[in-house]
């Protein structure tokens, strides 16, 4: 702020600079798509290592070009990179979980389409839950083999989940957002005409509790306090009177009543049972801890009480199982048509599922190394269509069986763009699948990581060229 001028003198204000520094933007992410074993088809997913591709695609396969080009890029110095799965006829394995009917609550698949899924074995735990007659745990775990001996490996457990869409514990919500594997939706059609309760443990009378409160929550966002009369109580029937008052005094008369029951909430006379009279899977009767000498805390009401509580979404709670096996195997697929690599812009499928990422420099498509020409020539142009639109750089991998002779021509008749690049031969490299035998690969992968290592090391406006562009990984050039 300005200094106040009192006194004659020399006076010093300094002013902000008006300088901002330019933050950097990446100038090499770059983006695969073609088939993999893994992965969420049609959708572009970052991984930042090959171990990071291993988890999420499923790592090198024999039927996928993509997967030795993701290898070559990493290890050539590449860093950040987008996957798009292309398959045709792929399928989730599915489960279907059904409660003591049985009717099917929960359909359950693995998180995205494939084999691997098929390894998965769910349980339903009904015991080592806060809350038995409401709430039940989901453990997801998988098949393995370790040292010849096939095992299960418990991977997730999620716990205490309701099926009550308006609780924070709802099952699919819950399971949804924290697992790698699995994804939840509840069953449709389900009709919840249960009213929640809660009930108290056997009463023994004459009661006279120095506090005469019950307090709780009701319908999941109701709190209430009933307050007893004074004076000793004799029987049950003088306790339901007691506490029927209470609720009225409350203003509670239509929302709650009292009973009695036995300790399962059935037809008795030895328990006290507070029912909520919304029908609905929101239905609930929620007692708080009571203080010593306090009603709730002598009869032991409600489940903080010892006693028990049942919620209107309780009826279709799912039945305790033991790794189950899906319903409905899962299915890799094959790899996709040229159609399906082009994608849809509309439906973002194939590579135009790059549309919603806000930026990917370079494109490699290594399928197109061993398509036939016409189909490779479709995927090529349209690929430097989505470069051009993007200011992406496409790394084109020229089909098998071209020449010196004639691999000029036929890459200058599909394509003329200023946005792509063509290297020829191919590269071969060592495949791990095949007893490291060497094999003729689509050289984009390599490359692209050759370029990534060139920005970050020597910057943008140095050429993936010359002596430091060395290709690591490559046992020899194919010959042509």
């Not at 099952?171 to 005409?193: E, I, M």
């Not at 023994?204 to 409160?213: G, K, M, Q, S, V």
């Not at 020229?398 to 290297?423: C, E, F, H, M």
């Amino acid at each position: 702020m300005p200094a106040t001028l009192n006194y004659p003198g020399v006076y010093i204000e300094e002013v902000p600079s008006g300088v901002r520094t330019i933050t950097g933007v990446a100038t090499s992410i770059t983006a695969f798509v073609g088939f993999t074993r893994r992965g969420t088809p049609n959708k572009a997913e970052f991984v930042s290592s090959f171990a990071d591709f291993e988890r999420s695609h499923g790592g090198l396969d024999r039927e996928s070009p993509l997967s030795y080009g993701v290898r070559q890029f990493f290890f050539n110095g590449g860093t950040q990179a987008l996957v798009v799965r292309v398959a045709s006829g792929f399928a989730s394995a599915a489960w279907a979980l059904g409660d003591a009917t049985p009717t099917t609550v929960l359909d359950a698949t693995a998180a995205n389409p494939g084999v691997w899924g098929n390894n998965l074995r769910l349980s339903i735990d009904r015991i080592n839950v806060r809350n038995p007659d409401a709430e039940f745990n989901l453990i997801v775990s998988q098949l393995v083999v370790q040292g010849g001996v096939s095992q299960v490996q418990v991977l997730e457990t999620h716990r205490n989940l309701t099926l009550n869409s308006q609780s924070s514990s709802f099952a699919p919500s819950v399971v949804n957002g924290a697992s790698q594997v699995l994804r939840l939706q509840r069953a449709a059609g389900l009709t919840f005409d249960q009213a929640g309760f809660a009930v108290s443990k056997v009463v023994i009378f004459p009661l006279n509790p120095a506090l005469r409160t019950i307090s709780g929550t009701l319908d999941g966002s109701t709190p209430f306090r009933l307050e007893l009369g004074l004076g000793a109580i004799a029987d049950m029937t003088a306790l339901v009177t007691s506490v029927g008052a209470a609720i009225t005094s409350a203003g509670l008369g239509t929302r709650l009543s009292a009973s009695s029951s036995v300790e399962d909430g059935s037809a008795g006379t030895t328990c006290l049972k507070l029912s909520s009279l919304l029908i609905g899977e929101n239905s609930a009767v929620v007692l708080g801890k009571g203080a010593t000498g306090e009603l709730p805390a002598l009869i032991g009401m409600g489940l903080a009480n010892g006693g028990r509580e049942v919620t209107g979404d309780a009826k279709f709670r799912p039945v305790a199982v033991s790794d189950v096996v899906p319903n409905i195997p899962g299915n890799d697929g094959t790899r996709g048509t040229a159609t399906e690599l082009i994608g849809s812009p509309s439906a973002k499928t194939g590579m135009q599922a790059l549309l919603d990422v806000d930026l990917f420099n370079l494109l490699c498509v290594p399928e197109t190394f061993d398509m036939a020409d016409a189909q490779a020539e479709i995927v090529i142009q349209n690929a430097a269509q989505l470069c051009e639109s993007r200011r992406a750089f496409l790394i084109v991998d020229v089909p098998l069986g071209k020449t010196l002779d004639d691999v000029a021509s036929w890459i200058n008749g599909v394509l003329q763009s200023r946005n792509a690049a063509t290297y020829f031969p191919a590269v071969k490299i060592a495949d791990p699948l095949d007893q490291f035998r060497a094999r003729s690969m689509a050289p984009s992968g390599t490359l692209a990581g050759v370029y990534s290592r060139t920005d970050a090391e020597r910057g943008v406006w140095k050429a993936p060229a010359g002596t430091d562009a060395t290709l690591k990984g490559v046992a020899q050039i194919a010959l042509p």
